[in-house]
T-cell receptor, first 115, second 116 residues
Framework: NAGVTQTPKFRVLKTGQSMTLLCAQDMNHEYMYWYRQDPGMGLRLIHYSVGEGTTAKGEVPDGYNVSRLKKQNFLLGLESAAPSQTSVYFC??????????????FGEGSRLTVL | AQKITQTQPGMFVQEKEAVTLDCTYDTSDQSYGLFWYKQPSSGEMIFLIYQGSYDEQNATEGRYSLNFQKARKSANLVISASQLGDSAMYFCAMRWFSGGYNKLIFGAGTRLAVHP
């Protein structure tokens, strides 16, 4: 039961470097999300997607880009990493439907450090 | 704008006792959902319980219950008979439907420590 898988789990970057976080889900969920978690601030939504080929901005989208070329994958990109982007990143997915609660199924998180 | 507030940064409780974690929310929507998630020190997010805004009964899941007071806009989590394994961060979250999309926001969390 893979569920939601994030890669990589850990990464250290230098300021200005770029990288991509990959999220894959095998539950055929329509919705996918990227959150960042910082101490004392809970989880904040970066970007989300309601289906293949569609993305939208969340609460804190600046400095990030996303793509959803395939339904099962949601990529989060940092074009020019900054120390303020040091965080733990969570990917999540949820089904779409009027009977669904909207419960999120989370990946295990990716810890990113920008020096 | 929607908002979730958890006013208790940290709580502690004796093993086997009950504890209430507070959550208040703000929304003008009539249809919404409220969640609680647990995050142990290992980091994963674990779904605990869900309450829909139209649900008349408070949600319960084993030792977890959600004390839903709609007029006060509160959705407190009650953990009965605390166990050492309940020590974790707990997040309250709210889902609503807007602009054709489900959206979900989280509170800042409460760290619970269960003492033997």
């Amino acid at each position: 039961n893979a569920g939601v898988t994030q890669t990589p789990k850990f990464r250290v970057l230098k300021t200005g470097q770029s990288m991509t976080l990959l999220c894959a889900q095998d539950m055929n969920h329509e919705y996918m999300y990227w959150y960042r978690q910082d101490p004392g601030m809970g989880l904040r939504l970066i970007h989300y997607s309601v289906g293949e080929g569609t993305t939208a901005k969340g609460e804190v989208p600046d400095g990030y880009n996303v793509s959803r070329l395939k339904k099962q994958n949601f990529l989060l990109g940092l074009e020019s990493a900054a120390p303020s982007q040091t965080s733990v990143y969570f990917c999540a997915s949820s089904p779409l439907g009027t009977r669904d609660t909207g419960e999120l199924f989370f990946g295990e998180g990716s810890r990113l450090t920008v020096l | 704008a929607q908002k979730i507030t958890q006013t208790q940064p940290g709580m502690f409780v004796q093993e086997k006792e009950a504890v209430t974690l507070d959550c208040t929310y703000d929304t003008s929507d009539q249809s919404y959902g409220l969640f609680w998630y647990k995050q142990p020190s290992s980091g994963e997010m674990i779904f605990l319980i869900y309450q829909g805004s139209y649900d008349e009964q408070n949600a319960t899941e084993g030792r977890y219950s959600l004390n839903f007071q709609k007029a006060r806009k509160s959705a407190n989590l009650v953990i009965s008979a605390s166990q050492l394994g309940d020590s974790a961060m707990y997040f309250c979250a709210m889902r609503w439907f807007s602009g054709g999309y489900n959206k979900l926001i989280f509170g800042a969390g409460t760290r619970l420590a269960v003492h033997p």
